[in-house]
């Protein structure tokens, strides 16, 4: 079974950029649709993007396109989410996600990492002001 273990938080002003990745353990990463989903203090969960197994098909939560995007390295087992043009609203918690029975378009309709059959422990990302 796929686990999953996220890096690449930190604190960044706003404007700036962060790349998070999320490496995967196991010999079946390719067959999983991956997702980012993140929680700001205080709020609900909310998905932020997904992609397909062969990375051609891709999903963004509206506040996040042309900003963020994210890739993924079957190879390397990792699954990428640059993250541009931060904003102070972008901080929060962020995790990934594994599911090897939903399309993307279906993780996006999901609420949360945990909606997933697998998912990391997440990574903090602060924006300041």
């Known amino acids: 079974q796929v686990q999953l273990v996220e890096s690449g938080g930190g604190l960044v002003q706003a404007g700036g950029s962060l790349r998070l990745s999320c490496a995967a353990s196991?010999?079946?990463?390719?067959?999983?649709?991956m997702g980012w989903f993140r929680q700001a203090p205080g709020k609900e969960h909310e998905f932020v993007a997904a992609?397909?197994?062969?990375?051609?098909?891709?999903y963004y939560e509206d506040s996040v396109k042309g900003r963020f995007a994210i890739s993924r390295d079957n190879a390397k087992n990792t699954v990428y989410l640059q993250m541009n043009s931060l904003k102070p609203e972008d901080t929060a918690v962020y995790c990934c996600?594994?599911?090897?029975?939903?399309?993307?378009?279906?993780?996006?309709?999901?609420?949360?990492?945990?909606?997933?059959?697998?998912w990391g422990q997440g990574t903090l990302v602060t924006v300041s002001s």
């Open positions: 196991g010999r079946t990463f390719s067959m999983y649709t």
């Open positions: 996600s594994a599911d090897p029975n939903l399309s993307p378009g279906e993780v996006a309709r999901r609420g949360s990492c945990r909606d997933l059959e697998i």
């Open positions: 992609i397909s197994t062969s990375g051609t098909r891709v």
